[in-house]
């Protein structure tokens, strides 16, 4: 299988018109950061953010902490803990960074905090390697 990016993934993917459009930026020597600010519509319980929309993109923010790297890889294993409830209407800053590199996979950690330094989630991840470098169209 042929890993590319058509710009359609819908954290990432400028293509995707139901996507989130973020942009990752590399920071440090292994790490990623973006920020978002979290819409209404990703809303859980009433006005507070979904989790599952903060653990896809600490997701796709370990991802790209390889990505950015000229590496592919798909996780295979994924950890968030959700540890403080976030507001719709916040703005989220996630960063991540590769913890450890080997033959077939990455260890990737994240973090995503407020505007105040409040951590509201971290996760932690395993990446597989699935080929060469990472192609984009």
Known sequence: ME???NHR???CGKDNPD???LDFEPEGVAGVRTTYVI???????AGIAHGGILATILDECMVNAVWLRGSTAVTARLEVRLRHPV???ARVTFRAEV?????????VT???TLDDGTVIADGKALLIK???????L
């Open 3 to 5: 890993f590319q990016d």
């Open 9 to 11: 993934c819908f954290v």
């Open 19 to 21: 996507g989130l459009h």
């Open 39 to 45: 819409p209404e519509r990703f809303q859980g319980f």
């Open 87 to 89: 507001g719709v209407g």
């Open 99 to 107: 913890v450890r590199e080997s033959s077939n996979h990455f260890e």
């Open 110 to 112: 994240s973090h995503a």
């Open 130 to 136: 699935v080929g060469g470098k990472a192609k984009r």
